[in-house]
Each structure stands twice: as C-alpha cells, then as structure tokens.
C-alpha cells in the first residue's frame, strides 16, 4: 500500500514537472512567436518605404527624361556717343545684366510638347511668361503640327550674328496669343496662324480676324556638306500689331490694317556665312498713327551680315542695315547702320562678344556704340 503510495506520488510529481515545464516552453514560444510578427511587420514596413521610395525616385527619373531645362543669362556694358545735328554731343555708359532666360521643354507623349519660356530684361519690368506653347504633331512620322498659346507667330528670320537686334527685327518681330498650323520636313516648313491683335481697326469689334502664313526652304538639305541654304517669305496682316510698332501706336487703333511682307536669304560656304533680310509694310499708316512720324509712312527695313568662323572659337562679322520709318523730325530708327563684331567662346556655353555700330539718322543725328557681352547658355 506504501509503495502503491509513493509511486503515485513520484508519477505526480513527474507529471508536475513536466506540465510546468510545458507551460514554460509555451509562454516562451508565445513570446518569441509574437517577437517574430513583431520583427515581420517591421520589415514589411520598411519593404514598402524601399518600394514607395523606388517609385519616387522612379517617377523622377521618368520626368527628368520628359523635361528638358535651358536658359540664359546675358550682362553687358556699353559706351554710347550720341551727336545731334547742330548740338553738342552727349555720352552715355553703362553695366547691365541684360537678360535672364529660363525654359522649360516637356514631352507629354509621343505627339504632345508644351514650351515654357520666362524672360527678364533690364528696365522692362518684372519677369514675364514670354512664351507658353502647347504643339500637337511636328514629328518625324507625323509633320503636320498645331501650336497654340503665347507665340512668336512665324513673320520674319531676324538672324544675327551681333550683339544688338537687327532694325528688320525692331519693325517686325510679333508675339501674339494664336494658333499656328504648319508642316515641316528637312527641305520646307509652311506654315499659316490667326490671332486677335491688340492694335484693332477704329470702329470694329475686337474678334480674331489677323493673320500670318509662312514658308521656308531648304533645298540643299542633306544634298551638300559645304553649303546650307535657307530661303524664305512670310507675310501678316497687320504689322502694326508688330511689338516695335504697337508701341508707337498713338490710339490704339488704325484707319485700316496695313500688312507686312520679309523675305530672307541665308547662305553657308564652309566657314562663311551670309544674312540678308528685307521686311516691308505693304502700304502707308495714316499721319498721327504712329508717335514717330507726322505724316503717311511705310516703314521698311533691310539687313546684311557677312560672318567669317575661323576656328571653333573665335567668329567675326560685319553688317551693313537701314531703315525708312521716319520724316525728318523724330528719330525712330537709323536710316542706315553699319559695324563690326566679334565672338570669343571662353569655355562651354560660355561666350564673349564686342561690338562696334555706327548709325545716322534720316535728320542728320549720329550715334556710335560699343558692346562688350557676357553670356552663358545652358
């Protein structure tokens, strides 16, 4: 009975152990087992940071392959002499920073580009969206494109290989809310927009009834190494609404639209280049139309360039240009201006230029300059 006692007090016992220990191994695998999800979630927490991190880095890899950035910035010093007729001659000189430019290229997808382009210049105020433009088309397998937004509309070439703009340019240059519809290849570009100008005709309703069409050639485009050829004429329906000429507006308005019509020639021979340029009202403004003249007036302007490459860094060139935009009483334009120029590349995207203009007024006013300009392209 004793022994019957004892060993079921030993076989108790061991039972006893060996639960207590089972409760043991299980509050303990309990532990790590929660430690384990503990540690799981942790990771899956840190898997989806990398992953959402990943994909930002991803989609801004994605957009630096659609965006393309560019800009410029321009300073200058000048001197100018001015010699009015029959008066003493005055001075002028000056440190500038001329121009600030930034720009923005996007390709929304294989037929879709939106332009931006902010421009600063000194003493015109503060920075403006000189250009926004979205274009539909105009690829390799589709030529024909629509560009609408704030534009340069295609009126004039305006090529340069001086400092200061060219008088065709003073004239010409128009830059419009419109709509441009064109085709290009390597050999011809034409093209054809319409815009509501803001120089209106006196007595009409403001409505998009202004013009321009374009065409470019280029014939020898691809044919020749030596030379490159580009030839064009262009025509719009009110040069008044030109920037040069709408400023000048005395009323902000006209008797009667009065078209413009350029035509350009430019001509590469290995390292010779030739820039000629003529630009035209088709017909008189009415006397008082414009600030400048007092009497009917057809301004026009010519412009000639020869540029000389003598190596990869260093260009010279020479101009000879005109205009007829004035009586003898306001001084508007130059009624001709001729000089030299340089261009120096000092290291990539980075050039310096100087440049000689001496220009006399249709009244007998003379006026020389000198510009020495920095700029960097990126």
Do not use: C
């Not at 695998?29 to 430690?35: F, N, Q, T, V, Y």
């Not at 991190?53 to 010093?77: R, T, Y």
Request: aromatic share 10%; glycine share 8%; hydrophobic share 40%.
């Amino acid at each position: 009975m004793k022994r019957k006692i004892k060993l079921f007090l030993v076989v108790s016992l061991l039972l006893g152990s060996f639960l207590m220990v089972n409760l043991a191994l299980a509050e303990e695998i309990e532990d790590e087992i929660a430690e384990l999800k503990t540690r799981i979630s942790q990771l899956e927490e840190k898997e989806k940071i990398a992953q959402k991190e990943e994909e930002g880095v991803g989609l801004l890899s994605g957009l630096a392959e659609k965006i393309e950035v560019s800009g410029a910035v321009e300073a200058e010093v000048s001197y100018l002499k001015s010699k009015p007729k029959g008066e003493d001659e005055e001075n002028e000189s000056d440190i500038s920073l001329s121009t600030v430019e930034f720009g923005l290229d996007i390709d929304i997808n294989e037929y879709t580009k939106a332009h931006l382009l902010w421009l600063w210049e000194e003493g015109e105020g503060p920075v403006d969206l000189d250009e926004g433009i979205i274009t539909l088309g105009g690829t390799g397998t589709f030529p024909v494109y629509l560009s609408v937004g704030k534009l340069y509309v295609p009126f004039g070439n305006f090529e340069t290989h001086f400092v200061s703009d060219p008088l065709t340019l003073e004239i010409g240059e128009t830059r419009e809310s419109a709509v441009v519809v064109g085709y290009a290849n390597d050999l011809m570009e034409t093209s054809f927009g319409f815009f509501n100008g803001d120089i209106d005709k006196a007595n009409s309703d403001n409505v998009i009834e202004n013009y321009v069409a374009s065409v470019v050639f280029n014939p020898l485009s691809g044919k020749s190494k030596d030379i490159v050829l580009s030839l064009g004429a262009s025509y719009i329906s009110n040069i008044a609404d030109s920037n040069g000429l709408e400023e000048e507006s005395t009323t902000g308005n006209v008797e009667d639209y009065i078209g413009g019509f350029n035509t350009f020639l430019s001509i590469g021979f290995k390292n010779f280049t030739l820039e000629a340029e003529y630009l035209t009202a088709t017909d008189e403004f009415e006397a008082g139309e414009l600030n400048f003249a007092s009497m009917e007036v057809r301004p026009r302007a010519y412009n000639i360039e020869l540029a000389y490459e003598i190596n990869d860094k260093w260009e010279v060139a020479g101009k000879y240009e005109g205009s007829k935009v004035t009586d003898d009483i306001e001084n508007f334009l130059p009624e001709k201006r001729y000089g030299v120029a340089t261009s120096y590349a000092l290291f990539k995207n980075t050039t310096l230029s100087w440049e000689y203009l001496q220009g006399e007024y249709e009244n007998g006013d003379k006026e020389d300059g000198v510009t020495l300009q920095l700029a960097v392209e990126f």
